[in-house]
């Protein structure tokens, strides 16, 4: 079975903060996705890579940056957090273009 | 247009009940398509993909329409443990795109 990880369930932080989310895949994926999920919102894309060292923008990359520097590990960085950063992100990882396997989630709140 | 829309429900049906959701997508160059399933707090997993002559997975009925670029689920003989949001899901096969997600709608299935 394909695993995705992620590194916490729940992550509380203070406005300003620098944050890392980071994500493991064990299957051997090209592609590795960073998600948030907001009520009403649905999933959104932030950033996403088709190989190490590769990074496209999504959908909102804005307050975010990405680093992949192995295959299976797929980091996302918010630099300085903001408020309107609480939300759920979701990794994800898929074999070329192929369905995608999310991990099971990290709930940040930014206070 | 929104490139992936669906009715956000909530539809409420009764165990046994035969339930269908509808998608649509704007972009004609898509390829790919999935229903992927998410029960609350947790991450989206893969139901079924859509092929374009139909498939059927037990009690799950996957249609699509290209002329009309739209996607159906149908679920027969509703369980309690339906009850979940469905997310539906289209790529296309241009190089550098990712998958891009309905809002998803959510269905309610009681005793």
């Known amino acids: 079975d394909v695993k995705v990880t992620q590194s916490s369930r729940y992550l509380v932080k203070r406005t300003g903060e620098k944050v890392f989310l980071e994500c493991v895949q064990d299957m051997d994926h090209e592609n590795m996705f960073w998600y948030r999920q907001d009520p009403g919102l649905g999933l959104r894309l932030i950033y996403f890579s088709y190989d190490v060292k590769m990074k496209e923008k999504g959908d909102i990359p804005e307050g975010y940056s990405v680093s992949r520097e192995k295959k299976e590990r797929f980091s996302l960085i918010l630099e300085s957090a903001s408020t309107n950063q609480t939300s759920m992100y979701l990794c994800?990882?898929?074999?070329?273009?192929?369905?995608?396997?999310f991990g099971p989630g990290t709930r940040l709140t930014v206070t | 247009r929104k490139e992936v829309e669906q009715d956000p429900g909530p539809f409420n049906v009764p165990e046994g009940a035969t339930v269908a959701f509808n998608c649509t997508y704007s972009n004609s160059a898509s390829q790919s398509f999935f229903w992927y399933r998410q029960d609350c707090r947790k991450e989206p997993k893969l139901l079924m993909s859509v092929y374009s002559s139909g498939n059927e997975d037990g009690r799950f009925t996957a249609q699509l329409n290209r002329a009309s670029q739209y996607i159906s689920l149908l679920i027969r003989d509703s369980k309690l443990s339906d009850s979940a949001t469905y997310l539906c899901v289209v790529r296309s096969n241009q190089a550098g795109t990712a998958l891009i997600f309905g809002k998803g709608t959510t269905l309610s299935v009681s005793s």
């Open positions: 994800a990882s898929s074999l070329l273009q192929y369905e995608q396997y």
